[in-house]
């Protein structure tokens, strides 16, 4: 077979010629391949050509053919069939049922693949073509409007910056949310950036943008993403399953010919959206009550006629330009294959100075000898990253992040004027203290760069040994290993606290490391035709050691002069952690299948974790599933063509984090006389692992002929036990504590329609609709906790928070004090509203209502158009980046300073100590918007809508004919695709797909905070791809 | 036999796997039970010094020693009298968190040793900290405090847990009069208090004991002989007062944590209040006068200078609390260009600036003796032992030994100073100090005692316990009250103070209680998340 087909290929190479032998017509009939029966209304045309017919209604047709022409069959619901004509007249050809549109095979957990029909809860497998449609240098925001039930939100704009991708809802209050990742049959990390130095160095991980690490994957290397959805998918991996996984395989060479693929793209970004700025009034504060040009503020005089209002936030930003180049090289044989690719990416940012860059190598291989497999997944990746400061800079820092300096630069100003001409520093208000001054956004983004370098190396090794038709053995061992080194400069000068005022630079070496070792034993046997049987046992040993150095010098003794050695040894300060966790599981997976009717699946794993104390190390839980296809019973119907009722029931643990069962020590102290004292947390010792326990139904229904499918999924997921370190009462002794109490529910809804409206030899149009709801709700919190605040989102006068017996993404904030009747509290003598310090009101939920995708894929001969559209209803955003621009004054919204506002509400009267109604007239000045109007955080929130055009994508490939006539070329297609073109919102911010601090927070997460981050951006790029 | 060996494989697997899995131990930090005593008494003297001085610099803004530029913040609420959930969390954080909790493991680990002393000391730093909580807040967790199984402790009454503070007091005298075993580290080790002076810890258990009885002077079981008698074995020499010495690490360190807390908490915004000068000058009514008034030696190194346009130094423009000053000004001094012409720069701040000064700089402010980086703190002073001694015989009705005492008081803090004895001596024989014991008053020592422990904690249980400066109805009255001039700021916070006779009685409790533990305080007293809540008398400061 092999030889016929290198026959035909080198013919078709070396024959080829413009005078096509003489046409004769070809008579035939299409048949289904098992029982033979006629297929009307077949497709069939002539490769290359504009000849093209159907079969009738007995399945026969007739055509025009030239010996050695190509013939494609195509009918839907059916693979395609191609075939090269001899010197036969006749000719029968057996169409089979594609596997693609109803028996795809999903890779599900453990690698395993199977058929999706066979499946008892939901997956969504997402194959390489669809991945590069929108290809994203990040692989998650690929997936970003394509699944049901999974949420992608990226952080901004910056290059290198972090997605984060929650399915189904949060199941931990305090833990990480996001999905397992699985590359070749290993736990990968997906971890996001450093921001937990803060004490250190003041990183937060809302002061810069940092990357999440699936990032060090080159998308060109992915055969393909399947998506488990819940535990009951993912119960194999243990612990870190109750979050759902992303199963990702690499490729692989094909037996055949070895083959070359080259691909070039060179693609453009721009700033999508930026917040609006009032251009009315210029510089100075009158807050208190005098007015002062020593301020950076915006709530001075007005422009004068003639005046020159800067552009300051439009002049900033730049156009971004990114080179991405791949290459690979694949082959195999019929005991071997090999894939080889490397690839570079070099990406700028719409900030000036940022940037990011990686490249990869990436070598797959596997060889069979007799009944063993071996192979190997390895790659290697290096990725560079500079990111500028974002929200408001280094934690405790008294500094701002670029963003912020922009949003408060008075526009009377130029603000890239931010040199002297003798080169130092020019200083928006020079006769204050260097603290109380602002930085200059250029100054930011040049003195005070935030760099990264990852050195990533991700193998598997395995061995298969197929001892019997019925058993084989599957050993893996893996390692993700990296390093990453992150650089934080405060140039001296900086406009920040005293002691960085001289210079800091802080660096941090994080290693991480981390070996799975797998062993699989897998039974497979078919009884009497009807009954299959599949038994897996397994047992797993990760170990993850973690260890980060970091070091910091402050007050340069060379100004100009940046290395931690430039700073007196009392201004040197070392910090080292080490994590290390263990984890041993043992787990199984018994299926049973019967004829093609009834699928049943049993999985148990148990687990021990070094992270719980001893006697609670030890855990178990089982998932059950099965899908019943009904449809078998029933008379075969071309209306409904299929029709599969699917349950399950699962339960998974989740281990603590390390050292959380003692109590540690702060020093040797700074203070007199040193010593150590006790840490703000408490541990436990009697800490034992959460659970989430799922419940999944569902149904997959095709109609017409499989021509249109509907996937519905409804779900109840429960975590309890959460372990957690609220924050105590301080008379506990301590400020968090570690505890083992607090409940989650996630209940949602998903919905899936796949239609092919249209298929045919010459045009394809397949539409993929994706819908989802999730609610997501505090069952219960620790003692009399009313709340669970994200630590990491607290900004201007709302923060990110979980309820009790409320919304678990909710948003807290102060608000204005209103009575039991929801009158307004007013200030008897200034008729101001009462505000409150408190931000512990809940005043949103960050949750949308329904999110979805609309993914349309056109293809005519050569030229395939695909479009994806995602939309979101409802979910709160927090404008922080508004409440900014108010308090500085140079929101839009202050625009009509100097009005008058009349408040009706309840006031004490404090002459008789009564509460009376009364009606004040207030002036809305400088001290109204900061103190007052600021105060009431709802006016900062927004309940939002979008409609987005993610991306649209149009290629061309050469035709055959046109590449045959080409020695050696495969293929050639030429591709040009825009990002985020258009967005339809009602929200008045940048963008609302925004997430302040990134995807490295855990809880409830940053999404839906919006504060002074990198704006989102529109792209456009065009590329090449040439195969040998 | 197969058996027996499939079980012993088993147990090998088993038990390798159990010490593979034994990571669990943070190998950057010990855990909180390997610190020995003396390595644990430093923080637990530090921390205890932030959140009690802390506490007073609270207490300085509330009691009218200090104000703030104007600015929404923290310390200008206490201006206005207002604790609230928020500016009243740090001494409570201080305490528990950072102090109190270490206290037990370091009792435990002397315990072990047979270190007596650090268990006498441990048991002191408990009493202290708890004792002057209490008087702060009037209620607070005791019993539940650290209790791994609580999350929300009960609150206990100011007095319940003042019994306690004084069963520990007495315990403690017993344990540092003990010889330790052999081998125990000596005290001095890990003393930055009192050196491992026993005595000086001695006399600093009954000088708190003569403090917290001597609190009691509205309830029928006050007993002054009970304070005298605590009084008789306190400090009685300025050597034995219990005085934090700070460390001024030089201008290249970066590190805060040793200088002095009044330099680090004053900042930039503080500001000397018309009232401590007018104090400071027997400038009030039914001060001390006469043909040979003296200025009061402390007043150069108590009120800031800074340097006007010719270079010559002039002493800070005063806040007058009850002008319209405290609502509007004075602004920030860093809003203007520095010449001595404008109005903000003649509010000078009380950190000394520039605190290297070179040829020929200006001096923005010569700062104050309490704002010296290298400063002290004056915990538990032979001052205040002699003020306490002056209140009780005054109220004994013997003029003279109050007389006596309220010399003694007034030398203590002027000699802890460090201002020269002629010097001393020549105000002290002055007509601005009442040199007749029947002209001798209560305002007149209090006023002293006031300056005496200026930015202590203290002082706010005097003011208290005097009643600011009102009548028996609580309305201010300036001939029968003690605190001369102290009257209502302009700004006072009307909620918790609707009424004239409504005066601060205690801090508001903190927002980790109100947002994590609300239900035990409102158990404890239901008007406690209310603004009025303030305005509360604690148990001693009623009959």
């Known amino acids: 077979m092999k030889k016929t087909l290198l026959i035909l290929v080198l013919g078709l190479l070396f024959y080829a010629s413009p005078i096509l032998a003489q046409q004769r017509v070809l008579a035939g009939s299409v048949l289904l391949n098992t029982n033979k029966t006629p297929l009307p209304g077949v497709s069939i045309n002539v490769v290359g050509t504009n000849r093209g017919t159907q079969t009738g209604p007995d399945g026969r047709f007739t055509i025009p053919v030239a010996p050695n022409e190509k013939l494609r069959f195509v009918y839907i619901g059916f693979e395609n069939y191609e075939m090269t004509i001899g010197t036969q007249t006749t000719v029968t050809v057996l169409l089979k049922e594609d596997v693609q549109s109803l028996g795809e095979v999903i890779v599900t957990a453990m690698g395993i693949p199977r058929d999706k029909k066979e499946l008892g809860y939901s997956a969504q497998e997402i194959n390489s073509t669809e991945i590069l449609k929108n290809k994203d240098p990040n692989i998650i925001n690929s997936l970003n409007g394509k699944i049901a039930g999974v949420n992608v939100t990226n952080s901004g704009g910056a290059p290198g910056s972090s997605a984060s991708i929650v399915i189904r809802g949060g199941t931990s209050l305090e833990g990480n949310n996001q999905p397992l990742f699985v590359i070749d049959g290993m736990p990968m990390d997906n971890s996001t950036g450093q921001g937990d130095n803060s004490a250190f160095d003041g990183s937060v991980n809302m002061a810069t943008t940092n990357s999440n690490r699936a990032m060090d994957i080159n998308p060109e290397d992915i055969e393909s993403m399947s998506v488990l959805k819940g535990p009951a998918a993912a119960a194999l991996y243990g612990l870190r399953a109750a979050t759902g996984a992303i199963i990702i395989t690499t490729k692989k060479g094909k037996e055949g010919t070895t083959s070359v693929s080259v691909t070039s793209r060179f693609m453009t970004n721009w700033v999508n959206k ?213 650089n934080s400069l405060t140039s001296p000068g900086s406009s920040v606290k005293e002691a960085w005022q001289k210079g ?360 395939n158009l695909s479009f994806l559209f995602d939309f979101r209803k409802g979910g709160d955003i927090y404008n922080g980046t508004e409440y900014l621009l108010t308090a500085y004054g140079l929101s839009k919204n202050t625009e009509d300073r100097g009005k008058t506002i009349s408040f009706t509400g309840m006031a004490l009267n404090p002459t008789t100590k009564l509460y009376e109604s009364i009606t004040k007239e207030v002036v809305a000045d400088e001290k109204y918007y900061r103190d007052i109007y600021s105060n009431n955080a709802p006016f900062f929130i927004e309940e939002v809508n979008w409609l987005r055009l993610r991306s649209l994508s149009l290629a061309y490939s050469l035709p055959d004919r046109v590449i045959n006539r080409a020695k050696f070329l495969k293929g050639v297609t030429v591709t040009a695709q825009g990002t985020n073109l258009m967005l339809l919102t009602n929200y008045s911010g940048m963008d609302p797909e925004t997430s302040a601090a990134g995807a490295g927070v855990i809880g409830s997460g940053s999404v839906g905070i919006d504060y002074a981050g990198v704006p989102a951006t529109a792209g456009f790029a065009i590329g090449l791809n040439v195969k040998f | 036999m197969k058996k027996i060996l499939y079980i012993l494989v088993l147990s090998v697997v088993f038990s390798s796997c159990k010490k593979w899995l034994d990571v669990n131990e943070n190998p950057d930090s010990a855990n909180s039970t390997v610190p020995t005593a003396e390595q644990r008494l430093p923080p637990i003297l530090a921390q205890f010094a932030d959140g009690y001085e802390s506490a007073g610099t609270r207490v300085a803004f509330l009691s009218q020693q200090l104000a703030v530029t104007y600015a929404i913040n923290n310390n200008w609420n206490f201006t206005r009298w207002y604790a609230n959930a928020s500016n009243s969390g740090w001494p409570w954080q201080a305490w528990y968190v950072n102090t109190a909790v270490n206290i037990d493991p370091m009792i435990t680990a002397a315990e072990g040793v047979g270190a007596y002393h650090y268990i006498g000391v441990g048991k002191i730093m408990k009493a202290w900290g708890f004792g002057t909580l209490s008087d702060l807040f009037g209620m607070l967790p005791y019993d539940e405090f650290n209790n791994v199984t609580i999350l929300t402790p009960k609150f206990e009454d100011g007095s319940y847990v003042q019994g306690k503070v004084l069963e520990l007091l007495d315990e403690a005298i017993v344990d540092l009069k003990k010889t330790q075993e052999a081998g125990a580290p000596a005290l001095s080790v890990g003393d930055m208090l009192n050196g491992g002076s026993t005595d000086k810890w001695i006399r600093l258990a009954y000088g708190l004991k003569a403090r917290y009885l001597n609190h009691l002077t509205k309830k029928a079981s006050y007993d002054p002989q009970a304070v005298l008698d605590a009084l008789a074995n306190a400090p009685q020499m300025d050597a034995q007062s219990s005085i934090y010495q700070y460390i001024d690490e030089g201008a290249t360190v970066t590190s805060t944590s040793k200088q002095a807390l009044q330099y680090t908490n004053f900042s930039t915004t503080a500001r000397v209040t018309k009232l401590y000068y007018d104090y400071l000058t027997n400038n009030y009514t039914g001060a001390p006068t006469g043909a040979t008034n003296v200025q009061d030696p402390r007043l150069d190194t108590l009120i800031p200078r800074s340097q006007n346009s010719a270079g010559v130094l002039v002493r800070s423009a005063l806040v007058d609390m009850q002008s319209v000053l405290p609502k509007t000004g004075p602004i920030d001094y860093s809003y203007s260009k520095n010449t001595a012409s404008n109005k903000d720069s003649i509010y000078v701040q009380m950190r000394k600036n520039p605190l290297l000064p070179t040829a020929g700089q200006r001096i923005l402010s010569t700062g104050s003796w309490y704002t010296q980086k290298g400063g002290k703190g004056l915990l538990l002073t032979n001052a205040e032992m002699r003020f306490i001694e002056a209140e009780v015989k005054f109220r004994q009705n013997q003029p003279a030994a109050a007389l006596t005492a309220y010399k003694a008081g007034i030398r203590s803090h002027m000699t802890i100073m460090g201002i020269a004895s002629a010097k001393i001596e020549a105000y002290l024989s002055s007509s601005s100090v009442v040199q007749i014991p029947g002209n001798l008053t209560l305002s007149q020592i209090m006023i002293q005692k006031y300056i005496a422990l200026s930015y202590s904690p203290e002082v706010f249980s005097d003011i208290r316990r005097m009643n600011y400066c009102a009548d028996a109805s609580g309305n201010y009255n300036e001939s029968t009250g003690i605190y001369k001039g102290f009257n209502r700021p302009s700004h006072v916070y009307i909620e918790a103070y609707p009424n004239a006779t409504d005066w601060p009685r205690r801090f508001a409790i903190p927002s980790y209680e109100i947002n994590y533990n609300i239900e035990q305080v409102l158990k404890a007293n239901p008007n406690a998340s209310n603004s009025t809540y303030i305005n509360e008398p604690i148990w001693w400061d009623k009959p």
Do not use: C
């Open chain 1, 504 to 863: 800091m630079l802080s660096q941090t070496t994080r290693d991480y490391s981390y070996l799975n070792s797998n062993l699989m034993l897998n039974f497979h046997k078919t009884f009497k035709e009807d009954w299959d049987l599949s038994l897996l046992l397994g047992t797993t040993a990760e170990d993850t050691y973690m260890k980060s150095n970091s070091a910091r010098a402050e007050q340069f003794t060379i100004p100009t002069f940046v290395s931690l050695n430039n700073a007196n040894n009392a201004n040197r300060y070392f910090n080292q952690t080490n994590t290390k966790r263990r984890l041993l599981g043992v787990y199984g997976d018994f299926r049973l299948a019967y004829k093609e009717l009834l699928f049943l699946s049993v999985t148990g794993r148990n687990d021990w974790s070094s992270t719980l104390p001893f006697q609670n190390q030890s855990f178990f839980y089982p998932s059950f599933s099965g899908s019943f296809i009904f449809t078998e019973l029933l008379p075969q119907s071309s209306l409904l063509s299929f029709g599969k009722l699917r349950a399950s029931y699962a339960q998974v643990g989740k281990d603590a984090p390390s050292y959380q069962t003692q109590t540690y020590l702060f020093g040797p102290e700074l203070t007199i006389g040193g010593g150590f004292r006790n840490a703000w947390t408490r541990g436990n010792d009697i800490l034992k692992p959460e659970t989430t326990t799922s419940m999944e139904f569902g149904t997959d229904l095709r109609f017409l002929n499989n021509r249109i499918g509907i996937d519905a999924t409804y779900y109840v997921n429960r975590s309890k036990d959460q372990i957690l370190q609220p924050r105590v009462s301080n008379a506990t002794g301590y400020i968090l504590s570690y505890v083992n109490i607090g409940e989650i529910e996630n209940k949602g809804v998903e919905f899936t329609i796949n239609a092919s409206p249209m298929k045919n030899s010459k045009l394809r149009w397949d539409v993929n609709l994706n819908l989802s709801h999730n609610d997501g709700v505090v069952k219960e919190l620790p003692g009399a906790l009313p709340i669970l605040y994200v630590t990491d989102v607290q900004v201007g006068n709302a923060k990110a928070a979980s309820f009790n017996k409320g919304d678990f993404m909710g948003l807290s904030g102060s608000k204005w004090q209103t009575d039991v009747d929801g009158n307004l509290l007013l200030d008897w003598t200034t008729g101001y509203p009462l505000t409150s310090t408190l931000a512990t009101t809940p005043v949103g939920n960050r949750e949308p209502k329904l999110i979805g995708g609309l993914n349309n894929s056109f293809s005519y001969k050569n030229w």
């Open chain 1, 274 to 486: 930026v917040p609006e700025q009032q251009s009315t009034y210029k510089q100075g504060s009158s807050y208190n009550g005098v007015f002062t040009d020593q301020s950076p503020r915006s709530w001075g005089n007005k422009f004068e006629p003639g005046e020159t209002v800067y552009d300051n936030m439009g002049d900033f930003f730049q156009t971004a330009h990114a080179y991405d180049n791949s290459f690979n090289i694949s082959g195999g044989s019929k005991n071997g294959n090999f894939y080889l690719s490397a690839s570079n990416l070099d990406q700028s940012g719409i900030v000036p100075t940022t940037d990011f860059n990686r490249s990869t190598v990436r070598f797959n291989a596997e060889q069979k000898k007799g009944i063993f497999t071996f192979g190997v997944n390895s790659s290697y990746s290096k990725s560079k990253t500079q990111k500028t400061l974002t929200g408001s800079g280094l934690w405790g820092s008294n500094g701002t992040g670029y963003m912020e300096s922009i949003i408060a630069w008075p526009r009377n100003d130029d603000m890239s004027n931010w040199l002297n001409a003798d080169g130092t520093k020019r200083r928006l208000l020079p006769d204050l203290s260097l603290d109380a001054d602002a930085d200059n956004p250029n100054w930011l983004i040049n003195k005070n760069p935030q760099t990264d370098e990852t050195d990533r190396l991700i193998g598997t090794v395995y061995t298969n040994i197929k001892f019997a038709d019925w058993f084989d053995v599957t050993y893996r061992l893996g390692i993700d290993n990296y390093v990453t080194d992150f």
